[in-house]
């Protein structure tokens, strides 16, 4: 399994610029899950999905972030119009929810964007 | 404020000696879950442990869970170069969110 798989791996753009971080999740997870790393926030949730529909939302940061996930194999979270504060790194991870059990995640390589 | 939090924020030790770190959280929880970050990396998830838990090995991993202080540790013994990384506790707090704690960073010397 190739596991979560993440493009671009880096993205430099300048501000105003729209923005698409991509994922494809494991194979046969039906949870997705978006998060942001920086230095002074630490690893935040933006958002998760349970078998493609969202199911919260409330840690993205404001109108210009959006997410969808049109199928089980893939995700993607823009960002339009993007400013320098968005600089940050961009997790995605999938997981396989059964009930309200929480199973372990796994996370992909992460996508560092620099807008500038 | 935190749902989970880790102390201490960095850990410096000699390879060889066991690194201890501890995560407390706020609310009710099912479980408490440890992930490792080396730099520029993905989380990669270490253990879980269950709320009916008090004690969990893996390795040279050895995890607590208090639910009566709501806390947990994360020992890691005979530490190695390797095994210099952040160290996350996370915990979940309603259907399948998950939230991380700051992290500890841990630096091991050869």
């Known amino acids: 399994d190739a596991g979560v798989i993440q493009s671009p791996r880096h993205e430099v753009t300048e501000m105003g610029q729209e923005v698409t971080l991509r994922c494809k999740p494991i194979?046969?997870?039906?949870?997705l899950f978006w998060y942001r790393q920086t230095m002074m926030r630490g690893l935040e949730l933006l958002i998760y999905f349970n078998n493609n529909v969202p199911i919260d939302d409330s840690g993205m940061p404001e109108d210009r972030f959006s997410a969808k996930m049109p199928n089980a194999s893939f995700s993607t979270l823009k960002i339009q119009p993007s400013e320098p504060r968005d600089s940050a790194v961009y997790f995605c991870?999938?997981?396989?929810?059964?009930?309200?059990?929480?199973?372990?995640?796994?996370f992909g390589p992460g996508t560092r964007l620099t807008v500038l | 404020s935190q749902q989970g939090e880790e102390d201490p924020q960095a850990l410096s030790i000699q390879e060889g000696e066991n690194a201890t770190m501890n995560c407390s959280y706020k609310t009710s929880i099912n479980n408490l879950q440890w992930y490792r970050q080396n730099s520029g990396r993905g989380l990669v998830h270490l253990i879980l442990i269950r709320s009916n838990e008090r004690e969990k090995h893996s390795g040279r991993l050895r995890v607590t869970l208090d639910t009566s202080k709501k806390s947990s540790s994360l020992l890691i013994t005979a530490s190695r170069a390797a095994d210099t990384a952040s160290y996350f506790c996370a915990t979940k707090t309603s259907y399948d969110k998950v939230i991380f704690g700051p992290g500890t960073s841990l630096s091991v010397i050869p």
């Open positions: 991870a999938s997981s396989l929810s059964t009930g309200l059990s929480y199973n372990e995640q796994f």
């Open positions: 194979s046969g997870h039906n949870s």
